[in-house]
Nanobody
């Protein structure tokens, strides 16, 4: 199993930036994707971005051009650089491991997490 631990959340004003980090330990098995999900109060959990062990990257439309997902395999770490933050980005952000699949949206499009961490809060004010 995979045990992700997120960090880097905080409070920023609209237009600001944050970088989230996720350190993932344990055996990933068939979970060849790592990604970010988020959930705001009163809303359903939604995917944000995903990256495969082979480097394939997928983003949901709402963050394209603003967020960048990356990984450092030597540190077992996945990052989410968030730029041009908007109040609607306010949420608890979770890192998760999951199984990728061929789809039009992308191999690691974040839709079905298997293992996730405790989350890190991101608050954007304006």
């Amino acid at each position: 199993q995979v045990q992700p631990v997120e960090s880097g959340g905080g409070s920023v004003q609209a237009g600001g930036s944050l970088r989230l980090s996720c350190v993932a330990s344990g055996y990933r098995g068939s979970n060849d994707c790592m990604g970010w999900f988020r959930q705001a109060p009163g809303k359903e959990r939604e995917g944000v971005a995903g990256i495969s062990t082979r480097g394939s990257i997928s983003y949901v439309d709402s963050v394209k051009g603003r967020f960048i997902i990356s990984q450092d395999n030597t540190k077992n770490t996945v990052y989410l650089q968030m730029n041009s933050l908007k109040p609607e980005d306010t949420a608890m952000y979770y890192c998760a491991a999951y199984v990728g699949r061929l789809r039009g949206a992308g191999y690691c499009y974040p839709s079905s997490p298997n293992y996730w961490g405790q989350g890190t809060q991101v608050t954007v004010s304006s």
